[in-house]
């Protein structure tokens, strides 16, 4: 909206004046070149987590509106990690080998037939058999699955989701409903943060073996299905100790590398030290952009992997939650707090600086954790379905940064690359997007503050001229019932942008 936006002379009209005008000196000076250094391709999609706190999320909201918001988010591969009672075969404390899929398929079948049609889902946990005690919270019974009871439940889901036949079990055959509307999953992500989850003494030797039993025997189910590996929790030192020696030991089909970041696990966590995680921190060596470095680097080392992507199949604020009992997760004794950062104007800021950095790395597609939940996590209000802040942020990225545009990342300078993250590109269509976050924060002691607004002349003289151009910003002002609404703005040489503390803009311009 017009209010929403600041430019140098006027508002999305013909007047808008050049450099600074008679206002406020830019505080930083962006010249974009037209040199391009690589292609720029990531998707933007999101998660869900069948369970039996959120099955019935599609149900309790109302229907329409719900899976129309998610289709016009327009994700790629949208992810489904079913845990708890959204395993659907046996039962907690049980050996019970019954299946039972009406947890998983409250989400599951919704999201089959939005936005791609093509969703990835996660096989995060065996069923609880599998497990010491039968609880999936212990250790693997068998943990060199030669016993081949977790290769057959994995074989079991990609006959009922991707064959007319289904599977048999206990006298009953199970076919997914929406097989007969061509729905099925080609996308199969093998475990869920297995560094933390269920491997004995976190041994990555296990998971190795673990890939290598499950995958050839769900590619006997169906040929064409396609894989994500490792899905890492992703924090220091992780991928060391990791990555070499899945690359190292695998030897299954590999068409994705996944890992997951967050930028903390505590909502006391300062602003500062939260930008600093995804390209600077000096906490050690760990951040995301050197992490994906890392990976990439190890990936290299065997020729059968050197061209496997990276995908971020989780990225939040924070990965605290609440452990039953009022308490963090994360931090035992603390009282668990939501983190607002992940629906407030601090995540117009920080998630594009996010999409920009890992885009840069190599990272092809990111995904948001996850849709409906909490102001914390989620693009949408669990308890209603109303649009969060985070959701528009999303909507735009994967909108204005589609993966199908053959972007190449254009050259810039920048007089602050430290608290400003730029992304300019060129669209094979000869359109260019430059896109600038400001993340600068106002106090070092901040925690979801305001930011601080800075005026940022962008000169695109060298780009020759264009026709039309928009400008559509994300912050404090943002409608967020509505959305944000690009403004018309008269092409030029130079613009001057005013960014309203945390906030991201973006400059569209159409030959």
């Known amino acids: 909206m017009c209010a929403s936006l600041a430019l140098a002379v006027g508002c999305g009209g013909g007047s808008m004046g050049t450099g600074g005008g008679g206002g406020t000196p830019p505080s930083a000076t962006i010249v974009v070149s037209s040199a391009k250094t690589g292609p720029f391709s990531v998707a933007m999609s ?5 369970a039996e706190w959120d099955y019935q999320f599609f149900q309790n909201n109302p229907q329409a509106s719900t899976i129309t918001n998610l289709n016009n988010l327009g994700s790629n591969h949208i992810r489904l990690q079913g845990i708890s009672q959204g395993v659907p075969q046996g039962s907690a404390g049980t050996t019970s080998t019954a299946w039972d899929f009406s947890v998983l398929d409250g989400i599951t079948q919704p999201v089959l037939g939005v936005g791609d049609h093509s969703p990835e889902f996660q096989v995060a946990k065996g069923p609880p058999f599998l497990y010491v005690n039968n609880d999936s919270s212990n250790q693997f019974l068998d943990p060199t699955f030669k016993d081949g009871q977790f290769a057959t439940y994995a074989q079991n889901l990609v006959r009922y989701y991707d064959t007319a036949t289904g599977f048999t079990a206990n006298g009953q055959t199970y076919v997914s409903p929406a097989y007969a509307q061509g729905e099925t999953v080609t996308w199969w992500g093998i475990y869920n943060e297995p560094n933390i989850n ?16 499950l995958v050839p ?14 899905e890492l929790a992703d924090y220091q030192n992780q991928v060391q100790a990791w990555i070499p020696t ?12 996944a890992t997951h970041f967050y930028s903390t696990c505590d909502q006391t966590t300062d602003d500062t030290t939260i930008f600093d995680s995804v390209a600077t921190r000096t906490n050690g060596n760990f951040n995301f952009v050197s992490d994906v470095q890392q990976i990439y680097s190890d990936l290299a080392a065997n020729p059968a992997l050197k061209n496997v992507p990276i995908w971020v199949t989780e990225n939040n604020v924070n990965a605290d939650y609440d452990a039953g009992n009022g308490m963090s997760a994360c931090n035992p004794g603390q009282v668990f707090v939501d983190d607002l950062r992940g629906s407030s104007p601090f995540f117009a800021a920080w998630r594009p600086y996010v999409f920009s950095a890992l885009g840069k790395a190599g990272v092809q597609a990111l995904y948001h954790w996850d849709y409906g939940a909490d102001p914390q996590f989620g693009e949408v209000n669990f308890n209603n379905g109303d649009l969060q802040l985070s959701y528009w942020v999303d909507y735009e990225l994967g909108k204005i940064f589609p993966p199908t545009a053959g972007s190449q990342l254009l050259q810039y300078t920048s007089t602050d690359d430290g608290e400003l993250e730029t992304l300019p590109v060129i669209n094979s269509d000869g359109s260019v997007v430059v896109m600038v976050a400001n993340h600068t924060v106002n106090a070092p002691t901040d925690n979801n503050g305001p930011g601080v607004s800075r ?42 942008l005013t960014l309203n503390g945390y906030s991201v803009a973006f400059l569209t311009l159409k030959p």
Not at 221 to 226: H, R
């Open 217 to 230: 025997a769900m590619q006997t189910a169906d040929q064409k299905i396609k894989f994500a590996a490792v």
């Open 46 to 50: 999101t998660s869900f987590q069948p």
């Open 246 to 257: 899945f690359v190292s030991g695998v030897t299954a089909q590999v068409d994705v590398l």
């Open 455 to 496: 005026t940022v002349l962008v000169d695109v003289s060298a780009l020759g001229t264009f026709s039309s151009g928009s400008l559509l910003m994300i912050d404090k002002n943002t409608e967020v019932t509505a959305g944000p609404t690009a403004a018309g703005v008269t092409p030029m040489s130079q613009y001057t």
């Open 198 to 213: 269920n491997m004995m003494n976190t041994d990555p030797g296990e998971y190795v073996l673990m890939y290598n039993a």
